[in-house]
């Protein structure tokens, strides 16, 4: 089965870091390129970063530039997302989504359930 | 970057058709054909819906459809069932700068 599997959230202070985790199982994960996808609470989705699949291409939104680091491990099926100097506006869940490459060009086909973070103090 | 307009909530009955639109500019919608839809159920994932506009992933209803003119993209929902009342998202890709930008979402209500 196809899968995306996040990890690593939880309640940090403002200016505190976090850094996200997502397995990935069912598929070549070094085929894909990856992303980040957030959603504050009640509100809509937010694309955050992307990675290609080599790790030697990456974007991020402005609101994250300077801030969060994506990466990925391809020998551990592993997508990463380091946020440091965290404000509150952060506050979403996270969900690693895989571009679909081929079959779905630039289209988010598969998504993890989701990790909450929340910036409080 | 801002985000993609799209109405905030649209209502059916079962059996109906119901049509969510997703105004974007020159820059995302009407540059690219890569609009996708998702649909998203409370405290569950998005799934994708459409891509590259009008096309639909292997296992998803055709009952869901995909167009595009200009700036604007839509979604068609045939034959309304109670199982499509979720949130829905449009996204485009919007150029290496900017990348992805989602639409604020359209709430469908199932009557």
């Known amino acids: 089965e196809v899968q995306l599997v996040e990890s690593g959230g939880g309640l940090v202070q403002p200016g505190g870091s976090l850094r996200l985790s997502c397995a990935a199982s069912?598929?070549?994960?070094?085929?894909?390129?990856m992303n980040w996808v957030r959603q504050a609470p009640g509100k809509g989705l937010e694309w955050v970063s992307y990675i290609s699949s080599s790790g030697s291409t990456i974007y991020y939104a402005d609101s994250v530039k300077g801030r969060f680091t994506i990466s990925r491990d391809n020998a551990k099926n592993s997508l990463y997302l380091q946020m440091n100097s965290l404000r509150a506006e952060d506050t979403a869940v996270y969900y690693c989504?895989?571009?679909?490459?081929?079959?779905?060009?630039?289209?988010?086909?598969?998504w993890g359930q989701g990790t909450m973070v929340t910036v409080s103090s | 970057q801002s985000a993609l307009t799209q109405p905030a909530s649209v209502s059916g009955s079962p059996g109906q058709s119901i049509t969510i639109s997703c105004t974007g500019t020159?820059?995302?919608?009407?540059?690219?054909?890569?609009v996708s839809w998702y649909q998203q159920h409370p405290g569950k994932a998005p799934k994708l819906m459409i891509y590259e506009g009008s096309k639909r992933p292997s296992g998803v209803s055709n009952r869901f459809s995909g167009s595009k003119s200009g700036n604007t993209a839509s979604l068609t929902i045939s034959g309304l069932q109670a199982e499509d009342e979720a949130d829905y998202y449009c996204?485009?890709?919007?150029?290496?700068?900017?990348?992805?930008?989602f639409g604020g979402g359209t709430k469908l209500t199932v009557l």
């Open positions: 069912g598929f070549t994960f070094s085929s894909y390129e």
């Open positions: 989504a895989r571009d679909g490459g081929y079959d779905y060009e630039d289209a988010f086909d598969i």
């Open positions: 020159s820059s995302d919608v009407g540059s690219y054909n890569l």
């Open positions: 996204c485009s890709y919007a150029g290496s700068s900017t990348n992805w930008v």
